[in-house]
C-alpha cells in the first residue's frame, strides 16, 4: 500500500490511504495514511455496519486536507463487534465426523462435507443475496475433486497448477464459510478454528502442505510453503498435538 | 487480533520482516476541496470481477474494476491465506467502501467517482516491483480526470 501511495502520488495524484500495519507506514513513509487497529482482511472495520465503515472512510479522507508530510494518523476507535454475543459458544450448523487420517479417505470425505453444507451454503445466499466462490471453473463438487487430487502425485505442475489449485481451494473455503456462517454468531477466529481444525477440507490442506512441498516442483512446493496453511492455524495445530 | 501485540508470535515476526523500503523522494501533491475531488479506490486486495482470471502468485498485475461495481460482483483472489475473509464474504464494503463512497458522492461531500477503480494482489512482491504498473494505472487515472486515490489494503 504505502509503495503504490509512493508510486501514485509521484505520478501527479493525490493519496491517502489504510494502514493496518503501523510498523510498515512508519518506516515507508507515504504521503498520507491512517492506521486502523482493525483485524487483517477488514480495512473498515466491520462488516454491515455502514455508520463505522463511513467514519473510517471519512477520518481517511480528512488527510487529503491534512499536513505536513507524511502524514500518519490513529483512528481512535475499535471495531465493534460484528455478532452480538452469543449465549453459548459458536458451532457449525451440522457437525461432522472427525476428518480421516488416511489420505486415501480425505477426497471423500470433503465430497460428504460439501453435500452436507450445500442446504446451508444455499440459504446463506439467499439471505446474503451474494456469494464470494467464483466458481467459474469448477463446481465445488468438481474443486474438491482438483485438489484431492494432488494427495497423490500431482496431475499438473508449474505456476498454471498453482493458479488452480489456489482457484479451488479458495472456491472451497469460501463456499464452507458461507454456509457455516448461515448460522450466526460466529467470529472471524471461531470461523477459521472450525474450518481449518475440525473440517475434513482443513485436513486435506494441512495434508496438501506436506505433500506438494514434496514434489520437487518449484512452483508448488512455493504455494505449500507459504500460501497454503494460515500461519495462525499451523501454530494451533502444532499446540493441539504436543 | 487487531495490534501487533495481539497476533500470534509468528504473524507478527512475518510482519515486521517484511521488507519496507523508504522510496527516493517524498511526492506530495494537493488538491481542490474534499467536495471537487474526483476518487478512485485503488486495492491491494486482491479484487477481481467473477469473469477475469484469478491473480497469479508473484505478479504485479491489476485488475480493472468499473466505476459501475456492486459489492456482489467482486471476488477475491488474492494468494496470500494470513486474513480474515469472512467480512468481506458478508459486505464487500469492509475492503472496498463503494456504497459509502456513493454515499459522499450523493451528498455533494466528494465531487466524483472515477469510472474504473484499480486492484493489485499485494502479497510475496518486493514494494518496488509495483512501479511500472502504478505508473500504468496512474496514467489511466488521470485521462479519466482522477485527482485523487483512496489506498486499501488488506
Known amino acids: ?242 | 487480533m487487531v495490534r501487533l501485540t495481539d497476533m500470534l508470535e509468528d504473524d507478527r515476526n512475518h510482519l515486521l520482516a517484511k521488507p519496507c523500503p523508504k522510496f527516493e523522494g517524498e511526492p506530495w501533491v494537493e488538491g481542490p476541496p474534499l467536495n471537487e475531488r474526483r476518487i478512485a479506490i485503488v486495492t491491494t486486495a486482491g479484487l477481481q470481477m467473477r469473469e477475469d482470471a484469478p491473480f497469479n502468485f508473484r505478479s504485479a498485475e491489476y485488475r480493472v474494476i468499473p466505476g459501475t461495481v456492486e459489492g456482489k460482483e467482486l471476488v477475491m483472489s488474492h494468494t496470500s491465506v494470513n486474513f480474515d475473509r469472512s467480512g468481506f464474504q458478508r459486505d464487500a464494503n469492509v475492503v472496498f467502501p463503494i456504497d459509502r463512497l456513493r454515499e459522499l458522492e450523493s451528498e455533494d461531500a466528494i465531487g466524483s467517482l472515477a469510472s474504473h477503480h484499480y486492484a493489485f494482489n499485494g502479497a510475496y512482491m518486493e514494494p518496488d516491483a509495483y512501479a511500472k504498473n502504478a505508473q500504468e494505472v496512474a496514467a489511466l487515472l488521470r485521462s479519466d480526470a482522477v485527482d485523487t486515490v483512496l489506498l486499501v489494503p488488506v
Open chain 1, 1 to 242: 500500500m504505502s509503495a503504490l501511495s509512493h508510486f501514485l502520488e509521484s505520478e501527479g495524484l493525490s493519496t491517502a490511504g489504510i494502514s493496518l500495519v503501523r510498523p510498515h507506514t512508519e518506516q515507508m513513509e507515504p504521503p498520507r495514511a491512517l492506521w486502523v487497529p482493525f483485524e487483517l482482511g477488514r480495512p473498515f472495520g466491520a462488516p454491515d455496519d455502514a455508520a463505522f465503515q463511513r467514519r473510517v472512510l471519512e477520518a481517511a479522507l480528512a488527510l487529503l486536507d491534512a499536513g505536513p508530510r507524511p502524514v500518519l494518523a490513529d483512528f481512535p476507535d475499535d471495531a465493534p463487534l460484528s455478532d452480538a454475543p452469543a449465549e453459548e459458544a459458536w458451532a457449525c450448523p451440522i457437525s461432522f465426523p472427525p476428518p480421516p487420517v488416511d489420505p486415501n479417505d480425505i477426497g471423500a470425505a470433503v465430497q460428504a462435507e460439501i453435500g452436507q453444507l450445500a442446504p446451508w451454503y444455499a440459504e446463506a445466499f439467499r439471505s446474503r443475496g451474494r456469494t464470494s466462490v467464483r466458481g467459474e471453473s469448477f463446481s465445488v463438487e468438481d474443486a474438491a475433486a482438483h485438489a484431492a487430487a494432488f494427495l497423490g502425485d500431482p496431475p499438473e505442475t508449474g505456476a498454471q497448477a498453482v493458479v488452480r489449485l489456489k482457484e479451488a481451494l479458495e472456491d472451497l473455503k469460501a463456499f464452507y464459510s458461507e454456509a457455516a456462517a448461515a448460522k450466526p454468531g460466529a467470529s472471524s477466529a471461531d470461523m477459521s478454528d472450525w474450518l481449518w481444525q475440525e473440517t475434513a477440507l482443513g485436513r486435506l490442506m494441512f495434508t496438501l502442505s506436506e505433500t506438494l512441498a514434496a514434489t520437487g516442483d518449484e512452483a508448488l512446493t512455493y504455494m505449500a510453503k507459504g500460501s497454503m496453511v494460515p500461519r495462525a492455524q499451523r501454530e494451533k495445530a502444532r499446540a493441539a498435538a504436543s
